[in-house]
């Protein structure tokens, strides 16, 4: 009787050994997923930003956009007052942040990043841009009104006092020394 029972049970323990214990999930539902880091920067054609500083205005419109290995890459220029365009900037804009890849009439040798992602307070880095180095810290999200409303911004601070505000799919609503600011006006989507 001892070998039979034995016998049942190893018999048991061999079929569980080879049974599937775990049959497939279903799959994870989409808002369960890890989300990717927004973008923050305009990426349309025709986005049109408007700045002031001090009295001053600023007009920069997104005037190409591509895809580029490892991001979007977007010229934006800036427009005077009588609505000539010069080249501002063509930034690379990806979920590991924006990195200036052409800043005025240079193209650089290395590209600069502006923001790096993934995002979070004391994230920082060190950047050349203009042949100066610079150093980097995101100080977290933080709510920031500026004329054009109020916005969630990633904020980051720069070793020369500079603190700059980025909102999703906006770049740079607000930027700050001492006394001395730049804020978002305006925005306008292109068609």
């Known amino acids: 009787m001892r070998q039979s029972l034995f016998t049942c049970f190893m018999m048991a323990v061999l079929a569980l050994a080879t049974t599937p214990c775990a049959t497939p999930g279903a799959p994870v539902p989409k808002h369960l997923m890890p989300k990717e880091e927004p973008l923050f920067f305009p990426t349309k054609v ?44 063509t930034v690379i804009a990806s979920s590991k942040g924006l990195k200036v890849v052409r800043y005025g009439i240079r193209e650089l040798a290395e590209p600069a990043w502006w923001l790096k992602l993934p995002h979070g307070a004391n994230n920082e880095w ?27 911004a990633m904020g980051v601070e720069r070793d020369d006092g500079t603190t700059y505000w980025y909102a999703p799919g906006l770049w ?20």
């Open 172 to 191: 740079c609503v607000k930027c700050a020394r001492e006394d001395v600011s730049r804020e978002l006006k305006s925005f306008t989507p292109g068609k």
């Open 126 to 152: 060190e950047d050349t841009l203009n042949g100066r180095g610079w150093k980097y810290r995101t100080i977290g999200w933080q709510q920031i009104e500026v004329p054009a409303g109020k916005f969630l």
């Open 46 to 89: 025709g986005d049109r930003m408007v700045s002031v500083l001090g009295s001053q205005e600023i007009v920069c419109v997104v005037t190409k956009v591509e895809k580029v290995a490892d991001g979007i890459a977007v010229r934006v220029e800036e427009e005077d007052e009588k609505g000539a365009h010069n080249h501002a900037m």
